[in-house]
């Protein structure tokens, strides 16, 4: 099933009940069944929205973020480092190596 909405979005509905929606932009919008929803933007940029309210980013680069439903985030690059920002602004990397190195919110390293 197809339907367009008054602002030119277009929903398609499949037989398992999943969810696509198309906006006038062209950035395309799913929801699955389980109540995630993917959405894709025009930059190629792929945003997930799970049931638990967390958002998962892949940019065009091959980069994921992950916001965690309390807003915390996650940022895994293309090589394998991987770097969290909680809420309070305080960054943490692990490099591929799986060594560490803590940020605090003014920017000074925690050793």
Same mark, same amino acid.
């Given at each position: ?30 929801? #699955?069944?389980?109540? &995630?929803?993917?959405?894709?933007? *025009?930059?190629? !940029? @792929?945003? +997930?929205? =799970? /049931? %638990?309210?967390? $958002? ?29 920002? #909680?809420?309070?602004? &305080?960054?943490?990397?692990?490099? *591929?190596?799986? !060594? @560490?190195? +803590?940020? =605090? /919110? %003014?920017?000074? $390293?925690?050793?």
């Amino acid at each position: 099933m197809v339907v367009y909405d008054s602002s030119g979005a277009m929903l398609v509905y499949n037989s398992s009940g999943a969810m696509v929606v198309y906006d006038s932009s062209g950035a395309m919008i799913g929801s #699955d069944n389980s109540g &995630a929803m993917v959405a894709y933007d *025009s930059s190629g !940029a @792929m945003i +997930v929205y =799970d /049931s %638990s309210g967390a $958002m998962i980013v892949y940019d065009s680069n091959g980069s994921m973020i992950v916001y965690d439903s309390s807003g915390a985030m996650v940022v895994y690059d293309s090589s394998v480092a991987l770097t969290m920002y #909680d809420n309070s602004g &305080a960054m943490t990397v692990y490099d *591929s190596s799986g !060594a @560490m190195t +803590v940020y =605090d /919110s %003014s920017g000074a $390293m925690i050793v």
